[in-house]
Nanobody, 124 residues
Framework: QVQLAESGGGLVQAGGSLRLSCRDS????????VAWFRQAPGKEREFVAV????????RYADSVKGRFTITRDYGGNTVYLQMDNLEPEDTAVYSC?????????????????WGQGTQVTVSS
C-alpha cells in the first residue's frame, strides 16, 4: 500500500517561491509516474505537473510552464515541485498522486493513490 506525505506548503507573497515534497514512506512508487494536482476553493481539481518513473519526461500545465519544475530523487522515493514566481491564482491545495503506469499522464483518472494535500496560499 502506497502512503504519500506532502510537505512544503505555506503562505508566500506573489513573486515568491516554495518547494513541495511528496514522499513515499514505503518506497513503493519508484516504478510509477507521479504527478501533482491542485484544487482551489469552488473549482475542480486540475493537473499541474507529472514525471515518469525514471525522473524524465516532465510535463506541465500551460498555466505553470516556465515557473514550476518537477523532479524526483535518485532512489525515486521523493518527488518535488519547485514553484517560482508564484501568483495569487496558484493558491490551492496541492496533492501528489501515483499513476497506474510508469509514465504518468495529465488525466486524473489514471491515478490510483493520493496524498492528503498541502495548502499553498499566495498573497498579492
Amino acid at each position: 500500500q502506497v502512503q504519500l506525505a506532502e510537505s512544503g506548503g505555506g503562505l508566500v507573497q506573489a513573486g515568491g517561491s516554495l518547494r513541495l515534497s511528496c514522499r513515499d514512506s514505503r518506497r513503493t512508487f519508484s516504478n510509477n509516474g507521479v504527478a501533482w494536482f491542485r484544487q482551489a476553493p469552488g473549482k475542480e481539481r486540475e493537473f499541474v505537473a507529472v514525471i515518469d518513473w525514471r525522473g524524465g519526461n516532465p510535463r506541465y500545465a500551460d498555466s505553470v510552464k516556465g515557473r514550476f519544475t518537477i523532479t524526483r530523487d535518485y532512489g525515486g522515493n521523493t518527488v518535488y515541485l519547485q514553484m517560482d514566481n508564484l501568483e495569487p491564482e496558484d493558491t490551492a491545495v496541492y496533492s501528489c498522486a501515483v499513476s497506474r503506469s510508469s509514465v504518468g499522464s495529465t488525466n486524473v483518472s489514471d491515478y490510483r493513490y493520493w496524498g492528503q494535500g498541502t495548502q499553498v496560499t499566495v498573497s498579492s
